[in-house]
């Protein structure tokens, strides 16, 4: 897409090229969860931490072995998120971002014990239909779906079968809305073809395109997002945490 990145031409291209930096500088991996559970032994394990703290956003940047990393919890839904994501890449220079935690489960070929891994996410609950504009469509950028970096799909990809964790790559939806009818679970399956849902990533993808950089979206699965998924959610979220978690180090260390 033309549109992708347009916003820093004038300085992201000529950092990226060196001009403005020097020689011995090196990118950093974002980091983005939504929620403690998600975030918090991830910042534990980090060497060298600094704290910075951006529009009520506490952000930590440190080491994980010889990786220089910027680790934050954004909160929940989708304006928390793409602030945390803005800030992360205007304020640290990252040259990636890896949104992490938890979802609904919408595909049932996937073990719920296993993560997905997103080719691309879209926001389920954008509508402009009356318009003319399909489910999901985002204006300016004339996107539904916001591409993830094919690169980081492979290398999580790879990760995941190292370590044993069951994994299916395909479309996360994101909306304003925890998930648990499956009226609503069927729409967003049926509209947009997704394998989960969940409240974030979708936004932290939009604002990563529109500035150039890449992103991926990992999710372990606490619910079904069906009508028992909110008694599954308050029984697994921190089993589903680290599990994300677990994959994320080994990717760190890989």
């Known amino acids: 897409s033309a549109y992708r ?9 000529a950092s990226r090229k060196g001009e403005l930096r020097e020689p011995s500088y090196k990118f950093m991996i974002g980091i983005i969860g939504a929620l403690d559970s998600e975030v918090n032994s991830l910042i534990a394990d980090l060497s060298d931490i600094t704290t910075k ?27 928390f998120a793409a602030m945390c ?24 070929t996937i073990d719920i014990n296993g993560v997905a891994i997103a080719s691309s996410v ?7 239909t009356a318009l003319g504009d399909p489910p ?19 290398e999580f990809s790879k990760v995941a079968d190292s370590i044993g964790i069951k994994y299916k790559i395909g479309i996360i939806a994101s909306g304003d809305q925890f998930v648990a009818d499956e009226k ?41 997002a069906g009508d028992e998924s909110k008694n599954d959610y308050w029984n ?12 994320i180090k080994a990717y760190l260390s890989a």
Not at 85 to 108: Q, R, S, T, W, Y
């Open 122 to 128: 879209v926001q389920h609950d954008m509508d402009s």
């Open 184 to 224: 609503t679970k069927k729409r967003i399956v049926d509209t947009f073809s997704a394998i989960a849902c969940e409240m974030e990533g979708a936004a932290t993808g939009q604002v990563s395109f529109v500035n150039g950089i890449d992103f991926i979206v990992i999710r372990a699965f606490s619910d079904s």
């Open 236 to 247: 697994e979220k921190y089993n589903a945490s680290d599990r994300a978690t677990s994959l």
């Open 85 to 108: 994501a803005e800030a992360m890449i205007l304020n640290f220079n990252v040259d990636k971002i890896i949104h992490i935690g938890i979802a609904g489960l919408l595909d049932e």
């Open 136 to 154: 999901g469509k985002i204006l300016e950028t004339d996107l539904t779906y916001f591409p993830c970096s094919k690169k980081l799909i492979e």
């Open 53 to 79: 703290d951006i529009s009520g956003i506490k952000f930590f940047s440190g080491h994980y072995n010889d990786k220089e990393i910027v680790i934050a919890k954004s909160g929940v839904g989708k304006v």
């Open 5 to 13: 990145g347009k916003f820093r031409e004038p300085y992201g291209e």
